[in-house]
């Protein structure tokens, strides 16, 4: 019998939170590759990975520059991109990053607690393509994604609409405190 393959990421950026986002995902099954430079991650990537992170700040760079390099290269074209940032990095930068095609943005450290859940569950049950001319509709996708990762494949009977970066939500929830629920989710998607 053939040894069943390990889900790999491969992560770019500061060591010390690439290092606690590699625990984190090992709980999850998940294994990290880590790198420091943009060069080392074109060197590590085999084709075999299930998404790549950048881990905010990069080395010499910013995400978005590196993301439009690399989103077109044949390793890197079909696989989803998160970003991992810091908690003060504003929403029109989040919003643009989203834009680019990064599928989920983490605020480090206050969504460390359900990262590697939500990019585990997020993988499993699919992530929208976010990436678009148009930063309002990259963050109504964006905004599915986290959800999809949140609810898993049940997600509430909710229409999205957005405007100059704020998200209108409709629909019909089960109770106050579902709606109450799915509020404060909302409000603290990054973007």
Known sequence: TLPLAV???????DKSI???????????????KKCTYITELKNKISGDEIGVIYVSPLKRSEITSVHRNLRNHRKFKKLPFFA??????????ERELYKSGIRMIFEWPSDKKAFSDLVSRSLF????????????E????????RLKGHYGS?????????????????????????????????KAIPG
Do not use: W
């Open 125 to 136: 049950t699919g992530l929208e393509k976010v990436r678009s001319t148009d930063t309002d």
């Open 7 to 13: 889900p790999t990421m491969i992560c770019v950026g």
């Open 18 to 32: 690439s290092k606690e986002i590699e625990i984190e995902l090992k709980d999850q099954g998940i294994f990290l």
């Open 138 to 145: 990259s963050l109504k996708k964006a905004v599915l994604n």
């Open 154 to 186: 049940f997600v509430p009977s909710i229409k999205l609409d957005t405007y100059n970066g704020m998200v209108m939500v409709r629909g019909m929830v089960n109770s106050l405190s579902d709606r109450e629920n799915l509020r404060k989710y909302l």
């Open 84 to 93: 991992v940032v810091p908690e003060h990095f504003s929403d029109r930068r």
